[in-house]
């Protein structure tokens, strides 16, 4: 993508709280805009009974400097929709990143990107979204938005990740500020997030990934493998999540998740993939396991990108359902 504007981030110095620039660096502007169409069916039909066109408009501020011993910080900042627009909705998404070189790349994050082991909660390939798209009820590994995610690379086939996160939770803290006490794992707030999950890459074309971590309340792990072959890719994982004894109910308890799918490059521009999430509930109160099925399609040309999916998704939550969601998606990148 191009850069709309490029200025001086020594103007900006004020706002990187205590980093000091030994060498004034660029800011970069990129962008999306698209335009979607979704229909659904099944439990989700009150939703075809209003517009089913969207559009999606996504900024990205990104820039770096160099320090005076080499080091290099960077800045990347998407701001959220809803704030863009006025809305009392939705978060930004910040890092500040320090790349050390070879003494590994630690990094800050403040919003709902993904830090820690909620970057490995599904790694199995396909042609744009995941098979949980939709109606589907998550139980992915997962991390709080707001903390800290230090990665190195002994060598060029591991890289190892280390991350934690105060109190578990998203909400943003401006500089110079705190904040209290939220709840976070489940129902009991004070409990924090940490994770470490490794990427092997024994040979060309195989990638091996192992996590643990806890999520608050959960105890959670995961195990993936992804092999690529030409313009096939296919890949499978294991992920559990344990709640603490005192967290357990009726409809809140231990799961099992297992991933696979697989997906093609028919050409250049043009690739498919389907895939299925299975997941097995250990509540009393839940009978059913849920069983999710995506499809996808995508084809690029240049900036534009055109993608199509459908979800299905049978007994959401652990409950007798059926849900399917269809979507179209035209974006174009500038």
Not at 61 to 85: A, C, R, W
């Amino acid at each position: 993508m191009k850069n709309l504007k490029k200025i001086g981030l020594s103007a900006l110095a004020g706002s990187l709280a205590t980093l000091t620039y030994v060498n004034a660096g660029e800011l970069s502007v990129n962008g999306t805009a698209a335009m979607t169409y979704v229909n659904t069916s099944g439990a989700d039909d009150a939703a075809d009974l209003g517009n089913p066109f969207g559009m999606e408009h996504v900024v990205t501020f990104s820039g770096s400097g160099e320090l005076d011993n080499g080091m290099t910080v960077s800045l990347m900042f998407t701001p959220h929709l809803g704030e863009v627009e006025g809305s009392a909705t939705g978060n930004s998404t910040s890092n500040i990143t320090l790349d050390m070189g070879s003494m590994g790349v630690l990094e800050y994050q403040q919003g709902t990107g993904n830090i820690g082991i909620a970057r490995i909660d599904d790694v199995v390939p396909r042609a744009w979204e995941e098979a949980s798209d939709g109606g589907y009820n998550g139980a992915e590994v997962d991390l709080g938005g707001n903390g800290f995610n230090y990665s190195i690379k002994p060598n060029d086939m591991i890289q190892l990740d280390l991350a934690y996160t105060r109190q578990n939770v998203d909400t943003m803290n401006n500089e110079g500020k705190t904040a209290g006490a939220q709840a976070n794992g489940l129902t009991t707030t004070g409990d924090s997030g940490q994770s470490a999950h490794v990427t092997v890459t024994p040979l060309d074309g195989l990638n091996l990934y192992a996590g643990i971590g806890e999520d608050g309340k959960v105890d959670q792990t995961t195990f993936a493998a992804v092999y690529s072959y030409g313009p096939v890719s296919v890949g499978a994982q294991r992920s559990d999540r344990e709640v603490a004894n005192e967290q357990r109910t009726a409809t809140v308890d231990d799961t099992e998740e297992t991933y696979y799918s697989i997906a093609f490059a028919i050409n250049e521009n043009l690739s498919a993939s389907v895939g299925r999430i299975d997941t097995d509930y250990d509540a009393t109160g839940l009978t059913l396991d849920q069983e999710a099925t995506g499809y996808g399609v995508t084809y690029s040309m240049g900036g534009m990108a055109i993608k199509a999916q459908r979800n299905d998704t049978d007994d959401a939550g652990g409950t007798a359902s059926e849900n399917e969601r269809n979507e179209v998606h035209v974006s174009f990148a500038f």
